[in-house]
């Protein structure tokens, strides 16, 4: 009787131990889980950051062959005008992208950031047109042809989407009449090699951005969207490498929204980039309305950024922050400069508070303006 009693114990003591052992396994597994906030991002990753990449894509390939087809005869005064509304188009879809200034953007391409080479203004806030056609007109003077790979190597003031702007809206001699500027480009025809050079390289680092977030990031094989998303770019680069600095995907996002607010309500976009200031109107609004649908993923699920704000809480600061965003169109539909900045760092400040209080993001992020 004691042995099978003795042999009952040791049989109920193994069976507690494998239990309690499988318990403790299960509890790690659950710390792995990703968060809500993760899933949140996640979602707003799939659902609007990566549209964004692919429409940016899609529109510098239709602005680059729009170019070759105009300058594959005479230009006109409809051919020019298809080709300008086609690059106001791109330039709203970069807007709608700008935000996302981390990962694929930040790589990079010779001696800055690719972001750099496309959009100079974004780094530097300075853009000096005479410069930029006394340049073209270097490249036309000089004996040899202009390939569509020439300016592989220029440096990013003499690329991007403000150079092709200024190659398609003013003469070399800095004329906005656009009778004039057809003229030229029939009188001149190296001026269109340059444009459609420049219209390759944009091309060219568009679909490096779309391929870096879908398909291989710093070769690693793993989309960035997906190294993203699941917190995963520590597990293939070192803590010395600016991807390997264990920062969660949360932080990223909202500093790098922040980032983007701090610029467009400070900047003087305003009196810098006047030739297309409509569709720079245009443009900030896209990306408000992108910024919203980062926060507010209704539509595709109810795991939304503001959801989980509401849910911790945080339902005033939601309904603020919806405030802002109306102002801030209402300040764009007006035109108004003052009002629009204003508003705009009014969101600027939601973010810095509210946003990383509700999604109970690390507190000692350091923003933009270097307030923390």
């Known amino acids: 009787m004691i042995t099978q009693l003795s042999s009952w114990v040791k049989t109920t003591v193994y069976t507690l131990t494998a239990l309690l052992l499988s318990a403790c396994g299960s509890e790690s597994d659950i710390d792995q889980r990703p968060s809500e906030v993760d899933l949140g991002v996640k979602t707003s990753i799939e659902h609007v950051t990566l549209p964004a990449v692919a429409a940016f894509g899609q529109s510098a390939q239709a602005l680059k062959t729009d170019i070759t087809n105009m300058c594959a005869s005479p230009v006109t005064d409809i051919t020019l005008s298809n080709v300008q509304q086609q690059w106001q188009d791109t330039y709203r879809t970069w807007f709608s992208l700008l935000p996302f200034q981390f990962g694929p953007l930040v790589i990079q391409d010779q001696s800055s950031d690719l972001l750099d080479y496309i959009d100079v203004y974004r780094s530097t806030e300075s853009i000096v047109r005479s410069e930029t056609n ?81 398909t291989d990031y710093r070769s690693t094989g793993v989309p ?51 030739i297309n200031s409509e569709t720079l109107w245009l443009s900030i609004k896209d990306s408000i309305d992108m910024i919203e649908s980062l926060l507010d993923q209704s539509a595709s699920t109810e795991l939304s950024l503001f959801a989980i704000m509401a849910s911790n809480g945080y339902e005033q600061d939601v309904a603020t922050i919806r405030e802002n965003l109306v102002l801030i169109r209402s300040a764009i539909d007006e035109r108004s400069v003052i009002d629009t900045q204003t508003y705009l760092k009014a969101l600027d400040g939601n973010f810095k508070t509210s946003v990383i209080d509700g999604l109970n993001i690390n507190k000692g992020l350091t923003f933009a303006d270097g307030d923390s």
Do not use: H
């Not at 790979?149 to 220029?154: A, F, G, I, P, R």
């Not at 150079?163 to 190296?190: C, G, Q, W």
């Not at 770019?233 to 701090?262: C, H, N, P």
């Open 134 to 214: 006394t340049q073209f007109q270097t490249w036309i003077d000089a004996q040899s042809d202009i390939e569509a790979d020439s300016l592989t190597n220029e440096r990013p003031a003499n690329v991007g989407l403000y150079a092709l702007e200024t190659a398609l809206f003013t003469t070399l001699s800095n004329d906005l009449v656009s009778a004039d500027i057809v003229a030229e480009f029939n009188s001149t025809p190296k001026k269109c090699d340059v444009v459609k050079a420049l219209a390759y390289e944009l091309s060219r680092r568009a679909t490096e951005v779309v391929l870096q977030w879908t």
């Open 224 to 274: 960035y969207a997906t190294l993203f998303s699941d917190n995963l770019l520590e597990s293939y680069f070192s803590a010395l490498d600016s991807d390997g600095t264990g920062k969660v995907s949360s932080e990223v996002l909202i500093v790098a929204v922040q980032e983007y607010l701090d610029f467009v309500g400070n900047a003087a976009l305003f009196d810098d980039l006047t």
